[in-house]
């Protein structure tokens, strides 16, 4: 939706320009079942039923004024839109990963932290957008959301990462993943437990998925849905590490990193190769790390400020660590053979001008070796032209994962069996939402009936009733009404405790909605609608 119908601006990425709206031919667009590293033998319900996009249609057109939104509602309620307002709502996720687009694609989606709130802001102004959350990191960007509309809501969230990323709807339906209600949440259990990612059981994605929580708490469109969803991923990523050994071994992209640039040393050793890392924050650190454990003793460091370098000092105290600021960047470049590359920087720090101006590496090593591992990139693309330079990026990490495949094989079977276990609880969770709402009118409904009762019943004794017995009749009514709403409720619960199916018990929720009149004259979706329209208007 553009950012005038949503009353948002649009995010300032330095990539977003107005992409032009896709046209009949792309509306059609490709569902893109993500590649996996590893063939897991589950089979889905969606294997059997291909899922279908939008079709091509005309845009919503969004109105500017109190009156033309509140006649567009109208229109709404009384028109063959109604097919759709009784739809359940859906969770749903768009996005690209590291199986599916190329990082030079996946850069121009990335969506800093910073911005993840006003992410969330713009996409719940979308017409159908009820709850989102946003996943970026440097393997993937995926937008998690509960639609009200499953096909409207898509289709605007795909036009919406168009706008913001200037990349055609086009060109992103050829590369994104697109997947449904249990299937989004299998895939974002997958991705917890570091199932989906480039190095399997990398454990940096679970504190990312916990990231993505903490920054939503209070934000308003991460909501009990989406933020259920998030928080029971977590559970199934440290089930997952808890219950297997799938943490063993190279389990994330620094020290897969670190292990690219020693397989394409001519002696693989860092005992003599000069290493310098720019970037001492999160994915730094663990390039430090992990160069330590392979025998790195000396190495020096650019980053902003000397406090990072300070403390990994202490931490490293057999390590010769020296810091340089980011003035002496290329200076510090051209006295080394290996480069890491990890800020968060959205613009290149090393262009081709720059590395073409460094003096060359010693005759053994051949080319200076850049190990980027950063999304945006920070050594520009072009620098692999250089005779003189081998530029990697983390897409290139593949290289190093195909080492381990039949071991990755075998952990993520052990993995999926409790993925499968957390699913159904989680499932069954999600369903139980449906009759919340019956469950509170019911409770409603029968404490009007016993509070009225109880006050006919006080009047009708006099005012000698002492405390003691007006505790009692109130106890009694009490005891009464619950013991008389424990049935029906115990045939609404749908938490997995017993073998009812869903069908069964929303029949038995619309059958006490028309018992008992609790009925109202609007549905979910409109409701949800006008709540969206009153916001607006304020």
Known sequence: MAAAASGVAALPWPNAERATSSSSKSAHSQIRIPHRPFPIQTLRRSDFNPRCEMGAGKPVQTATSRSLRSSALELLKTSAADRYTKERSSVAVIGLNVHTAPVELREKLAIPEAQWSQAIG???ALNHIEEAAVLSTCNRMEIYVVALSQHRGVKEVTEWMSKVSGVHVSELSKHRILLYNEDATQHLFEVAAGLDSLVLGE?????QVKHVVKVGQGVPGFDRKISGLFKHAITVGKRVRTETNIASGSVSVSSAAVELALMKLPKPS????????IGAGKMGKLVIKHLVSKGCREMVIVNRSEERVAALREEFKDVEIIY???????????????VFTSTASETPLFL??????????????????????????NVEPC?????????????????????????RLRKAMEAQKIITEELSKFEAWKDSLETVPTIKKFRAYAERIRACEVDKCLSKMGDDISKKQQKAIYDLSMGIVNKLLHGPMQHLRCDGS??????????????????????????VLEEKIRAKVERIQK
Do not use: W
């Open 324 to 338: 340089k600021p980011l003035s002496d960047m290329l200076a510090s470049a051209a006295e080394a053979d290996v």
């Open 122 to 124: 713009e996409l719940c």
């Open 270 to 277: 860092y005992a003599t190769a000069r290493v310098l890392v």
């Open 498 to 523: 017993d073998n009812r199916s869903l069908s069964e018990i929303l029949e038995n929720m619309h059958a006490l909605n028309r018992m008992f009149d609790l009925d109202t004259d609007t549905s």
């Open 352 to 377: 081709k001008e720059h590395v073409q101006m460094l003096p060359s590496v010693s005759p053994e090593l051949g080319n200076r070796l850049f190990i980027d591992i950063s999304v945006p990139r």
């Open 383 to 407: 620098v692999s032209d250089l005779e003189t330079a081998c530029v990697y990026n983390v897409d290139d990490l593949k290289e190093v994962v195909a080492a381990h495949k039949e071991d």
């Open 203 to 207: 454990g940096q994605i679970l504190a």
